[in-house]
């Protein structure tokens, strides 16, 4: 098996430690003769002199670190959306979701990923067209979420949900969220949606404060195509959020169709923990 060669490094860039963490990560693959691509920005804040663009990266990384927190490894998974490189996430603080390897556990685990295939999780992907007036205007692949929201006025919107064309109901909400098995720790946790092993192949339907108290979330195929079309907004401003990340406004008679993308997210996995140590230390169960 041909061993990896050239390792992409991005970094969380408010978070100064990631500064000594990259120079020193450089530094030790250089010293195995390996290739380390350092996203532009980190490569002019930390002075290192090779400044490949992000799309010459995406082409040539076998293998990508990430150094900070989940949200900045959603924001590179949207990024090599479409390829298989493995992405090794490092939380500089407690634990993520995502980024579930420590700095300790860093140098070890990279070894390892340097000797032989990494060990990974195949992270389900999200598809996401928006139509107006009845043409597709943008195609987003996201790997957490898809989520509808209001603007700061206190009116509900009106939601139409569909599923495989068939009308699930209208939502008259602050918002409506549909996650992957792996965004479903997130806003839709929160929103009081439930969790769901990142291996299940499914997709979850959560509203947010909905007017009807009867509306539950609901999980769904992941062969399912949800259709969800701006009915009437109230003169309120509603938005798409992606990932947490992209944010677009709608207008009404919009309509957003979600379905499981084609190409998956590769996620290099802790050998020495499993999901379910995460879901206690990080949601904190069994502490009094």
């Not at 556990?105 to 060990?119: H, K, T, V």
């Not at 790997?143 to 209001?150: A, T, W």
Request: hydrophobic letters at 40%; one cysteine or more.
């Amino acid at each position: 098996m041909q061993q990896i060669q050239k390792v992409a490094i991005f970094a969380k860039m408010n978070d100064p430690r990631c500064q000594g963490i990259a120079s020193d990560l450089i530094k030790w693959l250089e010293e195995r003769n390996r290739l380390p691509l350092v996203e532009p920005n980190l490569a002019r804040l930390i002075g290192h002199s090779a400044l490949e663009s992000e799309e010459d990266i995406r082409d040539q990384a076998e293998l990508v670190v990430v150094l900070g927190g989940d949200g900045t490894l959603i924001s590179v998974a949207r990024l090599f959306s479409g390829l298989s490189v493995p992405i090794l996430g490092v939380n500089l603080g407690s634990l993520g979701f995502l980024t579930e390897i420590t700095v300790e556990e860093l140098y070890p685990r990279l070894e390892l990923c340097l000797q032989s295939a990494p060990r990974v999780s195949a992270r389900m992907m999200l598809m996401v067209t928006l139509f107006r007036e009845g043409k597709a205007k943008e195609i987003y692949n996201v790997l957490n979420d898809v989520v509808f929201n209001k603007g700061a006025l206190a009116r509900i919107v009106d939601l139409e949900t569909r599923i495989n064309k068939q009308i699930l109901t209208t939502y008259k909400a602050d918002g409506l969220i549909v996650a992957t098995p792996t965004g479903s720790t997130g806003y839709s946790m929160s929103a009081g949606g439930p969790i769901i092993h990142p291996q299940m192949s499914c997709i979850v339907i959560t509203p947010i404060c909905p007017h009807t108290l009867t509306n539950r979330p609901i999980v769904v195929t992941d062969e399912s195509i949800i259709s969800v079309t701006i009915a009437s907004s109230f003169d309120e401003k509603v938005y798409l959020t992606l990932d947490g990340q992209v944010g677009i406004e709608l207008q009404e008679g919009d309509s957003v169709e979600v379905r499981k993308a084609l190409n998956k997210t590769s996620l290099v996995m802790s050998r020495s923990r499993d999901y379910f140590e995460l879901l206690r230390t990080k949601l904190k169960w069994g502490e009094r």
